[in-house]
């Protein structure tokens, strides 16, 4: 009798284990859930940033992978995937960068790499003072394994004419907010 009883029991603790999910204990994603959740390509993250500004995107010529060692820094060999936009012509400052970093070690040469090319666009003599307030305002952002460099928009004229240096450097921080905004969102989905 005991046997019957314990065999009912054992039987029915089995079937009900089978209909309730296994949950880790934490509540927290596993490490193989985190693996699966797709980030954006690099293409989809310039696309949507392109389609923010509309018809002020400007860097319209893409860097080659030796022009970006070159100019930028950043080795092959540090990123997945990359990205580097310049506008074709040379009066205007608007650039895109998005790396897609191999790890967290490279993640971090790449950031310092494009905050060393940040410094050397600050600090050129060289620019158009109409360029001044737009590289000042530049930012490099990351995201998860993605850093970028970014320098985009445009402001209104009126503003550029009558504004002070400071009015300016946040009127441009607020257009490269617009790249960030794109960003953060795709990465919400």
């Known amino acids: ?74 080795k092959s060999s540090w990123y997945l995937d990359i990205l580097a936009q310049v506008p074709m012509i040379s009066t205007q400052a608007n650039t895109l960068v998005i790396v897609k970093a191999k790890n967290k070690n490279t993640k971090k040469k790449v950031k310092k790499q494009l905050l060393a090319y940040r410094e050397q666009q600050i600090n050129d003599t060289m620019q158009y003072p109409m360029n001044i307030p737009k590289v000042q305002a530049s930012r490099v952002y990351v995201k998860d394994n993605y850093v970028f460099f970014i320098m985009l928009g445009f402001i209104d004229s009126s503003l550029e004419e009558t504004g002070n240096e400071e009015q300016l450097i946040e009127a441009y921080k607020t257009e490269n907010k617009k790249a960030v905004d794109a960003i953060n969102a795709l990465f919400k989905e």
């Open 1 to 74: 009798m005991k046997k019957k009883i314990l065999a009912t029991v054992l039987a029915a603790a089995l079937a009900f284990s089978s209909i309730i999910p296994a949950v880790p204990l934490n509540n927290q994603t596993t490490t193989a859930e985190a693996a699966k959740k797709k980030q954006p390509s690099v293409k989809k993250i310039r696309k949507a940033i392109a389609d923010k500004y509309g018809d002020d995107y400007m860097p319209d010529v893409s860097l080659t992978t030796s022009e970006i060692d070159e100019r930028l820094g950043i």
